[in-house]
């Protein structure tokens, strides 16, 4: 299971830093997800990293603005957002896929635990 963190209200051109906490000692074999999830909509892709970090995707959106890493000592994962916009807002689920990522679709991850509410103010 993961844990979500960091969200919080923000301005918008304002910056968060969220953090995904996963346990056990086979954190570094999964490949891991951000998602959003706005009210009504269905959950869409952010960004992606690889399992050693070595690689990581961004959904069209995230490019340019997001940064998403990875520490497996300490079972973690960060997604830098910088550049906030009104239309970032959402809550942000982390999730989880064995082996490498072969598609961006919320369906091929898993392990969702509760996200966390980002709010950017216009």
């Known amino acids: 299971q993961l844990q979500a963190s960091g969200g919080g209200l923000v301005q918008a051109g304002g910056s968060l830093r969220l953090s995904c906490a996963g346990s056990?000692?086979?954190?570094?074999?999964?490949?891991l997800g951000w998602f959003r999830q706005a009210p009504g909509k269905e959950r869409e892709f952010v960004a992606a990293?690889?399992?050693?970090?070595?690689?990581?995707y961004y959904g069209d959106s995230a490019k340019g603005r997001f940064t998403i890493s990875r520490v497996n000592v300490k079972n973690t994962m960060y997604l830098q957002m910088n550049s906030l916009e009104p239309e970032d807002a959402g809550v942000y689920y982390c999730?989880?896929?064995?082996?490498?990522?072969?598609?961006?679709?919320?369906?091929?991850?898993?392990?969702w635990g509760q996200g966390t509410q980002v709010t950017v103010s216009s």
């Open positions: 056990g000692r086979t954190f570094g074999n999964y490949a």
């Open positions: 999730g989880a896929r064995w082996g490498p990522i072969s598609s961006y679709s919320a369906t091929d991850f898993g392990s």
């Open positions: 990293i690889s399992r050693s970090g070595s690689r990581t």
